[in-house]
């Protein structure tokens, strides 16, 4: 342990800093066991898939052109089906971006006329010009399909009152996002989301629920297709890729709905037969096999963070013990100056860009300035460890990803550090 204090000193943590580390660490034993316990189930359940569909070399085959009975894509879908269990499944290289997949579930199931539903507040910033909510060329507003809004209750909760009277003939569809993106109210939990679609099936029982599952796959047992979701949508260079896709979304649910995506995504008639794997199917399937103990790994690094920040006197979402439903953790710094701080620490921490030092830009999508912390080996991936955050009151940073713990422990205490050294913190 000399060799390794000496190391960390070598790499910038301060044994003062170090210290306060490993006090927090004593303390999140039995809550990393549990965390353990459903990355070993969450295994089980993709190794099982796998198994069932026969998955071989064969699938790992590149194929190119238009992709006609490609057995790796094919043979993927359905493990991906299974897993979820839902009865179809869409996953794709072609599907660039978590955005494009929500973009493309949500257009390829409302037509013009019909309405759009979020019972959870406002969406993810990147989906307000998908929806039209800030106009923009292409947007569901501009096609004629109209949008509603309910917020959540002060405490966070639903307000079950608000959803039944926006639920009209028109309503067509009720997007739900699981992970709280770049908001500070509480991430639901899939037992919260299943009660919310029931409620929503009961007052209309024919309405379809997307779920935007992005930051939440395998942090539970169970995902939101399990609790009546007609559509589970994600990002694979977020859980699911394991760290290991380099580019790809999902679909998972019914077969009509993900019937429908599949002629969006390529062209009415073709759907889910074209579409070659342009040789990445190993990294697909490899990356899935490893998610659930990746997601592990960077679960514990946002608890970590949290019981390292919040004694400190910033407010952490979730709270240093809560249950955790993501593996997202906000910690408000109250000023851009920390939020740099916090971000060069993590950069500093990377295996790839270490010597980048990050600065507030504008980005396509986002409104206000946003900081991005990340030296990824998968440009943007955010299932590697990164920080980010919109330059906007109360200055929270998201801190997630990590694909060993071990890494992202060294990134949370070389952000410390940074605050320290800054004299933003004292320990
Ligand atoms: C990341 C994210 C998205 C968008 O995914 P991109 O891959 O960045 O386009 C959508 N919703 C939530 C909740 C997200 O976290």
Redesign the pocket.
Known sequence: MENLLELYQTMGVSPAVYAYGEAALEKLRARFARIDQTAEYNQAKVLWAMQKNRVSAACFAATTGYGYDDLGRDTLERVYADVFHTQAALVRPQI???????ALALSANLLPGDELLSPVGA??D??QEVIGIRPSPCSLAEYGVSYRQVDLLPDGSFDYQSIRNSINQKTKLITI??????ATRPTFSVSQIGQLIAFCKQIKPDVLVMV????GEFVETMEPSDVGADMTV??L??NPGGGLAPIG?YIAGTAQCVERCAYRLSAPGLGQEVGANLGLMPALYQGFFLAPTVVAGAEKGAVFAANLYEPLGFRCVPSASEERF?I?QAVELGSGAAMEAFCKGIQAAAPVDSFAVPYPSDMP?YSDKVIMAAGAFVQ?S?IELSADGPIRPPYAVYFQGGLTWNHAKLGILLSLQKLVDAGLVTL
Do not use: E, V
């Not at 996002?177 to 770049?182: E, L, N, T």
């Open positions: 660039t971006c978590g955005t494009h997949a929500l969406p993810y990147t989906l996002q699981r992970s709280k993106g770049y935007d599952n992005c930051y994600g990002s260079i977020k979304g993501d997202i999508g943007g955010s």
